[in-house]
């Protein structure tokens, strides 16, 4: 499984947050690798009581920094107003610093409730952010693909990729 976009993250996290519309107090972390390609999903710990701190050092311990390039964080809840202070932010940005310095990069916090989510990061296609080189282009694993040469070989003779 290709990660495309935050929302694939949401889709992979919410089972574990509101499993049968009930919302539980679990942490939980998604990992891909440099190919964005699904690594894990797992829960972290089941009383996430709405900060982070205490969990830095297991959210990167379960992280295994040879095979995960790009992870993502979801939890119950919501974020403050923007324009508020919201200390989960900062705590965040703590552990963004912290996983860059294990060459590993987090992509991705939701905030997960019964209704839906809220993304503190990239939630939409990550080839639509221009200005966001940081984030992994995804869409050009499409031109890689052996299904999409040959499609495009008999759909279009002209096109550049059928020859690729």
């Given at each position: 499984m290709i990660i495309q976009a935050g929302f694939d993250f949401v889709i992979l996290a919410r089972p574990f947050i509101v499993p049968d519309g009930r919302l539980r107090a679990n942490l939980v972390l998604v990992g891909v690798d440099a190919e964005m390609q699904l690594d894990s999903v797992q829960v972290i710990t089941e009383d996430f009581a709405g900060s982070l701190a205490p969990f830095h050092d297991a959210l990167l311990v379960a992280l295994d920094s040879?095979?995960?390039?790009?992870?993502?964080?979801?939890?119950?809840?919501?974020?403050?107003?923007?324009?508020?202070?919201?200390?989960?932010m900062d705590e965040a940005d703590e552990l963004e610093s912290k996983a860059a310095e294990r060459g590993l990069q987090l992509i991705g916090h939701f905030a997960v409730d019964e209704t839906g989510y809220m993304s503190a990061r990239a939630h939409m296609y990550f080839d639509q952010y221009p200005r966001h080189n940081d984030l992994p282009r995804t869409m050009l694993h499409w031109s890689h693909s052996k299904l999409l040469r040959c499609l495009c070989a008999?759909?279009?003779?002209?096109?550049?990729?059928?020859?690729a």
């Open positions: 040879e095979f995960t390039k790009y992870f993502a964080i979801a939890h119950p809840g919501s974020f403050s107003a923007y324009g508020c202070p919201d200390p989960i008999r759909c279009d003779p002209l096109c550049q990729t059928a020859g």
